[in-house]
């Protein structure tokens, strides 16, 4: 099912067409083509959170590249545990890569590593972080860091 399922994604994708331009405050971001305006509206509200939750996020985005956000299918939630744990259906993923010339402060690596931000509503909304690179721009320390906030509007 699932070698079915990866080249009707990959159709999907291509017949989506180009990303659009998103903006949250602080930060330019692609979206995904063809998004309705309520996705718009919801994708770019999440984003808008994660700016307040991760100041330090738009302070350094100039040192990220490749900035995309997107909505994940709820079987994401399913498989990454986080249905389970925090009730999540659909999610939204802001994903961008560290520049391998980035200038961050001293004890930051992750140069060259590519960083997520799920962010969904459910039980428990909040953003939800893998990498340890990521949660400093959230201020935390550590891997799959959870912070709650606000986002009951995803689902």
């Known amino acids: 099912m699932l070698k079915r399922m990866i080249p009707a994604m990959l159709v999907a994708a291509v017949l989506a067409g180009a990303p659009t ?3 949250a405050e602080g930060i330019n971001v692609d979206f995904p083509a063809n ?4 996705d718009k509206e919801v994708m770019t509200g999440a984003l808008q959170i994660l700016m307040l939750k991760c100041p330090d996020l738009p302070k350094y985005w100039d ?7 997107a909505f ?11 249905k389970k744990a925090r009730g999540w259906g659909r999610m939204v993923e802001l994903t961008a890569t560290v520049k391998g010339d980035a200038k961050l402060p001293k004890g930051w690596d992750g140069w060259n590593h ?4 799920r962010m969904g509503g459910g039980e428990k909304p909040g953003i939800f972080i893998v ?5 400093r721009f959230c201020g935390k320390t550590g891997s799959d860091v959870s912070i709650d906030a606000p986002l009951q509007f995803i689902d």
Do not use: C, I, Y
């Open 114 to 117: 590519t960083l997520s931000w």
């Open 21 to 23: 331009p998103g903006r």
């Open 35 to 38: 998004l309705s305006e309520r």
């Open 131 to 135: 990498k340890p690179q990521a949660a």
């Open 72 to 82: 994940l299918p709820s079987f994401v939630a399913e498989n990454s545990g986080l």
């Open 63 to 69: 040192q990220l590249s490749g900035g995309t956000a």
